[in-house]
């Protein structure tokens, strides 16, 4: 089988991205507009082809050279704390970034293989129906396994202090100190996907994609 064609865009530090390789022959493109974080990634992953771009416009450019596609767009417009938080220190409500609900419209609509849209649990209720999983939601065109990780509950249990950044270190197989960016990097930290998770759901999706290819094989 050719390799598998993958775009990972907002790609940060590629938390979802980590474990893809013990799953099949793959070739990732991934996109970061945070040149820092894209550094980090490209030393990470030495494979992949790292884009310093907006994820959003090459989306809409170059979503039909992939086979898997993966996003987890920027969420604190999103998330249930930053709603809470309104008022703390002069912090001002903000808009949502609606940039989330057109990639999973447009996925929906335009895309031909699969993809999964990953993102917090939001203040409001979803625009669009998602598969929850844990303290996140999944906008994607497969049904996604019930349990996706059983690390978070492990680490945890082994941790009292599951806010520190050596608890996230140790979580996530990264040293975040290496980061030297404008982002907060407890924050980023926290926000990077699980990797048992993420290589949960690209198996899932592979899963279909070969089945796909096999029933298109026997027909010709």
């Given at each position: 089988?050719?390799?598998?064609?993958?775009?990972?865009?907002?790609?940060?530090?590629?938390?979802?991205?980590?474990?893809?390789?013990?799953?099949?022959?793959?070739?990732?493109?991934?996109?970061?507009?945070?040149?820092?974080?894209?550094?980090?990634?490209?030393?990470?992953?030495?494979s992949?082809?790292?884009?310093?771009?907006?994820?959003?416009?090459?989306?809409?450019?170059?979503?039909?050279?992939?086979?898997?596609?993966?996003?987890?767009?920027?969420?604190?417009?999103?998330?249930?704390?930053?709603?809470?938080?309104?008022?703390?220190?002069?912090?001002?409500?903000?808009?949502?970034?609606?940039?989330?609900?057109?990639?999973?419209?447009?996925?929906?609509?335009?895309?031909?293989?699969?993809?999964?849209?990953?993102?917090v649990?939001?203040?409001?209720?979803?625009?669009?129906?998602?598969?929850?999983?844990?303290?996140?939601?999944?906008?994607?065109?497969?049904?996604?396994?019930?349990?996706?990780?059983?690390?978070?509950?492990?680490?945890?249990?082994?941790?009292?202090?599951?806010?520190?950044?050596?608890?996230?270190?140790?979580?996530?197989?990264?040293?975040?100190?290496k980061?030297?960016?404008?982002?907060?990097?407890?924050?980023?930290?926290?926000?990077?996907?699980?990797?048992?998770?993420?290589?949960?759901?690209?198996?899932?999706?592979?899963?279909?994609?070969?089945k796909?290819?096999?029933?298109?094989?026997?027909?010709?």
């Amino acid at each position: 089988m050719e390799k598998i064609k993958i775009l990972n865009f907002y790609a940060c530090l590629g938390g979802n991205r980590y474990k893809w390789d013990e799953v099949a022959d793959i070739e990732v493109t991934a996109v970061e507009l945070d040149t820092e974080a894209a550094r980090l990634y490209q030393k990470r992953f030495l494979s992949d082809i790292v884009i310093v771009a907006d994820a959003h416009q090459y989306l809409l450019e170059h979503y039909q050279e992939f086979d898997f596609i993966w996003s987890s767009p920027p969420c604190p417009s999103h998330s249930r704390a930053r709603y809470w938080g309104f008022g703390i220190n002069g912090k001002k409500p903000i808009f949502p970034d609606m940039n989330l609900y057109q990639e999973i419209l447009f996925l929906q609509h335009h895309f031909k293989g699969k993809y999964c849209i990953e993102n917090v649990i939001p203040y409001y209720e979803p625009l669009i129906p998602a598969q929850k999983r844990g303290r996140h939601l999944y906008w994607a065109n497969f049904n996604l396994p019930n349990q996706l990780s059983t690390r978070g509950n492990k680490l945890k249990e082994e941790n009292t202090n599951s806010e520190s950044l050596s608890h996230y270190n140790k979580f996530h197989d990264y040293d975040f100190t290496k980061y030297k960016g404008s982002q907060l990097i407890l924050k980023m930290a926290r926000n990077l996907v699980d990797y048992e998770a993420g290589k949960t759901i690209f198996e899932t999706a592979l899963g279909i994609i070969q089945k796909s290819t096999s029933k298109q094989l026997e027909l010709i």
